[in-house]
């Protein structure tokens, strides 16, 4: 009888779909999955309809529109501060996670090590099993989740390949210090590694910190494959426009990859994101930090008085809290109480670590419109009325 493959056998389906699914069952309150509830700016979304009216909905060129790989240059150089040749050196891809993905099947052989710091984001790790590739885990501590060169070092072996950098990071929220790029980047350079980064939060930044891109520090240009997107400045996750920066050599077998996965990115959402990328002034970054600072402080405010007490995250729009009060002996346990108890869906804990840590730890995220989050605080509600009452 026809069997799956070895590989499929250890590729589970994610706990953030698992628990949006039970979500729905309980017409609560999803504040597990990372989709922004919030509006789509008006030059993006006018921009992808000025593009299906006109007829630009058959493939583009591998690395995507002109346009829009001109608009990412301008973009890392404004804001990243990094030079890149959008003829050359910019291929835009189906979501971060397709520039992830390519990036992977460019550099990496089986059995090559990847140091990933923990709690990581799922979809990394997973992609890296399936390249037959091996991560390799360097542990945060909270609550600023820091780390030392030391334990860094000590992950490191002949085997090591590359090291990825989520800042500002999904799920805790960690945005690395200038410090900790240069201790990273500088193993980078003394033992050959690329460098992975994720840089789809990087306007999400809170309490004054600033974003620093890894390629920005010496020696990273030709080491350094920078990969964001904008599912999250502009609120189109499900448009799947992603991009990967770096030296042209990695960059024509990233787009080559990318060309076999997916063809290209999807066409009329490609002149969306450009016209946003043209249009949009300073003021509407700025703004993002603003609005989302109000909505990080709702939701760790509920989070603490319902007996939860949150991480404050440094950037992105996730905390991590400790449900240690709640019932259950594991993060899956925890999270379907509160569900049930509440309404209000959180991503266990231990998904986000390797081992068995996180047992403690519930993820929410707090990209939704004010009235769902302020629902949600008020569920939340709940629980400190029933600690009350005991």
Avoid at 88 to 115: K, M, Q, R, W
């Amino acid at each position: 009888m026809p069997r799956l493959s070895q590989l499929a056998s250890h590729i589970t389906q994610s706990e953030i779909r698992i628990m949006s699914v039970e979500c729905e069952k309980a017409g609560g309150v999803n504040l597990a999955q990372g989709i922004c509830d919030t509006e789509v700016p008006l030059p993006v979304r006018r921009g992808a309809e000025a593009a299906i009216e006109g007829g630009f909905n058959s493939y583009t060129r591998l690395d995507g529109i002109a346009n829009l790989r001109r608009a990412i240059a301008r973009k890392m150089r404004d804001y990243n501060k990094v030079e890149a040749d959008p003829e050359h050196e910019v291929v835009v891809t189906a979501g971060s996670t397709g520039a992830f993905y390519c990036a992977c099947l460019s550099l990496l052989n089986p059995a090559d090590e990847v140091i990933v710091f923990e709690p990581f984001y799922g979809y990394h790790v997973h992609t890296l099993m399936a390249m037959h590739a091996v991560p390799v885990y360097v542990t945060l501590t909270p609550p600023d989740w820091s780390f030392s060169r030391a334990a860094l070092e000590r992950a490191m072996t002949a085997k090591t390949r590359a090291i990825v950098v989520n800042s500002p990071a999904n799920p805790s929220g960690k945005v690395f210090t200038a410090e900790e790029l240069g201790w990273i980047t500088a193993l980078a350079r003394e033992r050959d590694l690329f460098i992975f980064t994720d840089e789809i939060y990087e306007y999400f930044l809170y309490d004054g910190r600033k974003h620093i891109s890894p390629a920005t520090l010496p020696g990273m240009a030709e080491r350094c494959i920078t990969i964001s997107g904008f599912s999250k400045t502009f609120s189109i996750t499900g448009w799947r426009i992603g991009y990967a920066v770096c030296d042209r050599r990695w960059a024509h077998a990233i787009g080559y990859f990318h060309d076999l996965a997916y063809i290209c990115a999807p066409s009329p959402f490609q002149h969306g994101v450009a016209a946003g990328l043209e249009e949009l002034n300073p003021e509407f970054y700025n703004s993002l930090t603003a609005e989302y600072t109000v909505k990080r402080d709702l939701l760790c405010h509920a989070l603490e008085a319902a007996g939860l007490k949150p991480n404050i995250p440094q950037g992105a729009y996730y905390v991590l809290a400790d449900a240690s009060a709640l019932p259950g002996t594991t993060s899956k346990q925890k999270a379907m109480y509160l569900l049930k108890e509440t309404g209000v869906a959180a991503v266990p804990g231990d998904s986000f670590y390797n081992g068995g840590a996180g047992g403690n730890l519930l993820r929410f995220c707090f990209a939704k419109t004010d009235s769902e989050l302020r629902d949600a605080c008020s569920r939340l509600e709940q629980l400190r009325t029933a600690k009350t009452k005991a």
